[in-house]
């Protein structure tokens, strides 16, 4: 999770009440996730934290020792109330394997490599998952994205329904009159490099549920473009229109509209001149990008130049929960992603 620190002190309460909301929710349905990196300093202390909190359960995954050591070292309370799970040393270890097997023999994998792979942390975590073991993960304090992503895609999957994986962020600005009270949604800012219209579809879908679940409000989705209601013409802009007719055909509760320019999604005067007949240009509290490229590019220069707090990615469209942390993480982005992976999962 990233999130920059901020001198502005409304700013922070208002992320403060986001976080706290995230967490009481969370505490209205307990549910189990999973750190597997269960020996790593700032995952541990975050975990005494979360326990002592108690709006999850949380399963560690490592040596117990190590774990029992570490707990020790940082006179930490709660960690004895974790449940904690050591791959190399795991009861569950032939039912997951077997489960690797179901899911993936026709593919290659071979009993050897599945026995090696079980061993290692992300993929038990993905299997607890898979296995109902276990409700969702948080992981990437010490391991790459593609690393905590691709055990989830290979055995964890998507939602019915959905076959792309995406992440959104929740962005709170400054400026209140933007969005939902300073609050929007963008999207994919994180996993899915190039879309086509189907896929882009379903990121706008996932986007606009990940809203009602975690940021609570009702999402007004817009789907950028470099063109307004065909101002102009390429076959970039041909994606976005065919993706916005596929999105409210997926989900006819949602309120979507596209193509559209960030001007005229977000500024009531603009909307009124390039999109005079849209219910949600001038008023968008969500927006999808229509590739990584210019998601993760202006979620980042909204959150520097904008000096705005950007929180997550929260990954969306998969069949479990299952978030990833910047490496940079710090003990309290871990909690918070904890929290709203916690969410995620009672919502499941
Ligand atoms: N959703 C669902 N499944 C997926 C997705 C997706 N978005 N992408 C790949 N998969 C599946 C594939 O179908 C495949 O399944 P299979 O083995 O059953 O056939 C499996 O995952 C592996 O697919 P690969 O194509 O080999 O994917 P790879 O592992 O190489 O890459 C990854 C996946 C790591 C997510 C890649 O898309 C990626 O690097 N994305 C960019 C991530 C990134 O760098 N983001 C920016 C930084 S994050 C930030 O700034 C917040």
Redesign the pocket.
């Known amino acids: 999770m990233?999130i920059v620190s901020l001198s502005h002190n409304i700013l922070n309460i208002f992320e403060m009440n986001f976080i706290e909301k995230t967490k009481a929710k969370a505490a209205e349905k307990i549910c189990r996730i999973v750190l597997p990196e269960g020996t790593e300093e700032r995952t541990i202390k975050a975990a005494d934290i979360i326990l002592g909190e108690g709006f999850a359960k949380i399963v560690l995954i490592g040596n117990p020792d190590e774990i029992k050591n570490l707990s020790e070292k940082f006179n930490l309370k709660n960690i004895s109330n974790a449940e904690i799970v050591d791959p190399e040393n795991n009861p569950n270890q032939e039912k997951y394997v077997q489960l690797m097997l179901e899911l993936r023999g026709a593919?290659g994998l071979t009993r050897e490599e599945a026995e090696r792979l079980i061993k290692k942390p992300l993929y038990l975590g993905a299997l607890m998952i898979k296995a109902g073991d276990a409700d969702g993960e948080v992981a990437g304090a010490d391991n790459f994205?593609?690393d905590v992503?691709?055990p989830a895609?290979?055995y964890v999957k998507?939602l019915p329904g959905i076959?792309?994986?995406?992440?959104a962020f929740i962005m709170t600005v400054q400026d209140k009159s933007f969005g939902e009270n300073g609050m929007m949604v963008f999207a994919d800012?994180?996993?899915?490099?190039n879309p086509t219209a189907e896929e882009l579809a379903q990121i706008a879908v996932c986007t606009g549920r990940t809203t009602r679940a975690i940021a609570g409000f009702e999402p007004k989705i817009a789907m950028l473009s470099f063109s307004t209601k065909g101002s102009a013409k390429h076959e970039m802009v041909d994606k976005v229109v065919e993706a916005t007719r596929l999105a409210k055909e997926m989900d006819p509760s949602l309120m979507i509209d596209g193509e559209l320019q960030s001007d005229a999604a977000i500024i009531p005067s603009i909307a009124a001149k390039k999109a005079p007949e849209s219910q949600i240009a001038g008023h968008a509290n969500v927006l999808v990008f229509p590739t990584?490229e210019t998601g993760?590019i202006a979620y980042k220069l909204v959150q520097r130049l904008g000096n705005a707090q950007a929180t997550g990615?929260v990954l969306q469209?998969m069949a479990a929960p299952i978030n990833d942390l910047s490496r940079g993480c710090s003990i309290d982005d871990i909690v918070n992603m904890v929290a709203i992976t916690a969410c995620q999962a009672g919502e499941k």
Do not use: D, E, I
């Open positions: 990233y593919k994205t593609g992503l691709r895609f290979q998507t076959n792309v994986v995406s992440g800012c994180a996993v899915h490099p990584l993760n990615p469209g």
